[in-house]
Nanobody, 127 residues
Framework: QVQLVESGGGLVQAGGSLRLSCAGSGRTFSRYVMGWFRQAPGKEREFVAAINWSTATTYYADSVKGRFTISRDTVKNGWYLQMDSLNPSDTAVYYC????????????????????WGQGTQVTVSS
């Protein structure tokens, strides 16, 4: 059974940075896609970024492109979201997810395309 645990959330001022981590266990993650989603109060969960585990190819939502960077560590079985130039609209609960199906690219942006989820970590950006 796959388990995902996020960490690294917190409170930061606008313009600041945070790095989220997701630790995966229960399976070797080759040929899968890892993603980050977020859900702000009163809004639907939305795609943020994804990375193909094997190729390290990445894909971003337009709202975070150029500010956020997704990466993975094949030794530690984890993936990360470096968030720079944060603004109050980035405030949300951030979730990591994994698509447990063979994939050759990272272009998966829908919730239903991912199979396992972490519990979420709160990110709050103050103005």
């Amino acid at each position: 059974q796959v388990q995902l645990v996020e960490s690294g959330g917190g409170l930061v001022q606008a313009g600041g940075s945070l790095r989220l981590s997701c630790a995966g266990s229960g399976r070797t993650f080759s040929r899968y896609v890892m993603g980050w989603f977020r859900q702000a109060p009163g809004k639907e969960r939305e795609f943020v970024a994804a990375i193909n585990w094997s190729t390290a190819t990445t894909y971003y939502a337009d709202s975070v492109k150029g500010r956020f960077t997704i990466s993975r560590d094949t030794v530690k079985n984890g993936w990360y979201l470096q968030m720079d130039s944060l603004n109050p609209s980035d405030t949300a609960v951030y979730y990591c997810a994994v698509r447990l199906r063979f994939s050759i690219n990272p272009y998966y942006t829908s919730i239903g395309e991912y199979d396992s989820w972490g519990q979420g970590t709160q990110v709050t950006v103050s103005s």
